[in-house]
């Protein structure tokens, strides 16, 4: 969400949050400027979340596009 909100430039935020079948699924999607690769030079920030969730065991998908917003989904395995 902070990256969304620095960054973005997007109108619309949604946060969907799922739990079924031993999982934790959050889904943050933005219709904002979108990005390429790993988006801001210097920036760490989506580094920082793919490293976190690795630690938990889980991972991080992003898809973005330029000019057409992007979604991150977190997938975390449940005790």
Request: glycine share 16%; with cysteine.
């Amino acid at each position: 969400l902070a990256n969304a909100a620095r960054h973005s430039g997007a109108r619309c935020v949604s946060v969907v949050i799922e739990i079924g079948a031993g999982e934790l699924m959050l889904r943050v999607r933005d219709d904002g400027c979108g990005f390429v690769g790993e988006g801001r030079v210097g920036g760490h920030g989506l580094a920082n979340l793919r490293r976190r969730a690795a630690e938990l065991g889980g991972s991080v998908a992003i898809d973005s596009t330029p000019a057409r917003g992007t979604t991150v989904e977190l997938r975390v395995r449940l005790p």
